[in-house]
């Protein structure tokens, strides 16, 4: 339901596109409601929640690897530096950031 004040502000909008023409409330609660329809079932933002819990599913499974040695190092090193076993790359990754020393081209991400 669309409160008085949502219905109006949905009616001065429509009159500053549509100059010299009215709406009457009973038109304009349809269209006001039409539009929140489509946009409740295009838009759809995720909660904080869902957020947290697809970061963290995702961050959980990330490794660095060094291409060089192999070595695999999991993403979350609560923040030691920590490197792999031929000392080409270092990663230093904790809640809310992953540093990474060493050539781009001798590390990849894999997912596991
Ligand atoms: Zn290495």
Redesign the pocket.
Request: hydrophobic share 25%; with cysteine.
């Given at each position: 339901m669309i409160s008085k004040q949502a219905l109006e502000e949905y009616k001065a909008i429509w009159r500053k596109e549509n100059p010299g023409q009215d709406i009457d409330d009973q038109t304009a609660m349809d269209e006001a409601t039409a539009l929140l329809t489509i946009m409740d079932k295009v838009y759809r933002p995720i909660t904080k929640d869902e957020f947290d819990a697809y970061n963290k599913k995702n961050k959980k499974e990330a490794y660095i690897r060094?291409k060089?040695?192999?070595?695999e190092i999991y993403w979350n090193t609560h923040k030691k530096m920590t490197p792999?076993?031929?000392?080409?790359?270092s990663v230093d990754g904790t809640e809310g950031y992953i540093r990474m020393i060493g050539n781009k081209e001798?590390y990849e991400q894999i997912q596991k």
């Open positions: 060094c060089k040695c192999g070595t792999c076993a031929c000392g080409a790359i001798d």
